[in-house]
């Protein structure tokens, strides 16, 4: 069960308990972290490894690190945020996953990705899906729902999918974490389909703290 802290930002208890993790989903009002590590989203399936950089890494959907000191961040406005942590490798991941990201396999990407970079295991690996537009909310046209395999107009339910896609990753279903809040339901966070070009965008991050923090992790 997601919980939301004194700064406005959406936390998961089980990723809490990891010493060495910054990780958070913000509504309108959050206070972010300083030295945040930005893309340029464009709906792709393309993952960027930011070896401890910061500001923006150019055209991208996933950040990934296992570097200290910076915060990978994801801006979202309906599509879901998906945080991505290395329990073993110390390792994290930021992904922006909107419909083409999805039907890409963004997430599946991010997860391969992770393996070739930081040795990790699917068995290793925790995944919290963040706040995006419900099924209540996301009705899309024939184009779009046949990417998904719907014939017509459908409702679409883009947390249930990356789950489904995270599963086929190989990750236990009791290391994915939902939060299961819509975006255009609830005015505390910006919604695109709801406000259009008025809409803000909500931050996602993860990050690991600092060094000693790992070491400390470590003993």
């Not at 570097?67 to 994290?92: E, Y």
């Not at 992770?114 to 990790?120: A, H, N, P, T």
């Not at 099924?135 to 883009?158: K, N, S």
Request: aromatic residues 8%.
């Amino acid at each position: 069960m997601f919980y939301k802290d004194s700064s406005e930002v959406y936390r998961v208890p089980e990723l809490d308990a990891l010493p060495w993790l910054l990780h958070g989903f913000g509504t309108r009002h959050a206070r972010l972290p300083e030295n945040l590590t930005t893309l340029k989203q464009i709906h792709s399936s393309v993952c960027i490894f930011a070896n401890g950089r910061t500001g923006n890494l150019g055209e991208g959907d996933a950040l990934l690190d296992n570097a200290p000191g910076a915060a990978l961040a994801i801006r979202t406005a309906d599509c879901v945020p998906i945080l991505l942590v290395d329990k073993l490798h110390h390792a994290v991941a930021a992904v922006h996953a909107g419909w083409r990201g999805t039907a890409a396999g963004i997430v599946q990407r991010a997860v391969g990705a992770m393996k070739e970079r930081f040795g990790s295991k699917s068995d290793d690996l925790h995944a919290a899906l963040g706040p995006g537009i419900g099924e209540c909310c996301y009705e899309v046209g024939p184009e779009v729902a046949a990417q998904f395999g719907y014939r017509g107009r459908a409702h679409l339910d883009l947390g249930a999918i990356n789950r489904r896609q995270l599963l086929a990753a190989g990750l236990p279903e009791s290391h994915i974490y939902a939060a299961s809040l819509c975006t255009m339901c609830l005015a505390e966070f910006h919604s695109y389909r709801r406000d259009r070009e008025a809409a803000g965008r909500n931050y996602s991050f993860a990050g690991i703290v600092t060094t000693a923090a790992v070491e400390a992790a470590l003993e």
